[in-house]
């Protein structure tokens, strides 16, 4: 990925990350530690990207019912989710 979409997705990334404790859902946390290595790692493939976040968004997926209770926390999760598919479709950036 270049540099430049690097950094914006760090930033959006970082901007989730503030207004709640992300650790108070597990699945949310690891959701946003796996995000964090994408965008620190650049040896990462493509491939190996969409396998390390598609297992997390799955769990993030399932727990969103549960997660409803808590709105704040919802909405980091949709943001994150939507994060993650904005970070899927520009993946043939990763090689820049």
């Given amino acids: 990925m ?3 979409k690097r950094q914006q997705f760090k930033k959006q990334l970082d901007q989730l990350s503030g ?6 859902d597990p699945n949310l946390g ?3 530690e796996i ?9 990462l493939q ?7 976040l598609g297992a997390a968004v799955e769990a993030v997926q399932a727990a ?3 997660l409803s209770g808590m709105v704040d926390t919802a909405e980091v999760a949709k943001s994150m989710l939507e994060l993650v598919g904005e970070l899927l479709s520009n993946l043939g950036d990763f090689s820049s």
């Fill in 30 to 32: 690891n959701l946003f």
């Fill in 2 to 4: 270049n540099e430049i």
């Fill in 35 to 43: 995000l964090q290595k994408v965008l620190d790692d650049r040896s």
């Fill in 64 to 66: 969103m019912p549960d």
């Fill in 46 to 52: 493509p491939e190996e990207i969409v396998e390390n």
């Fill in 19 to 24: 207004p709640i404790d992300l650790l108070s």
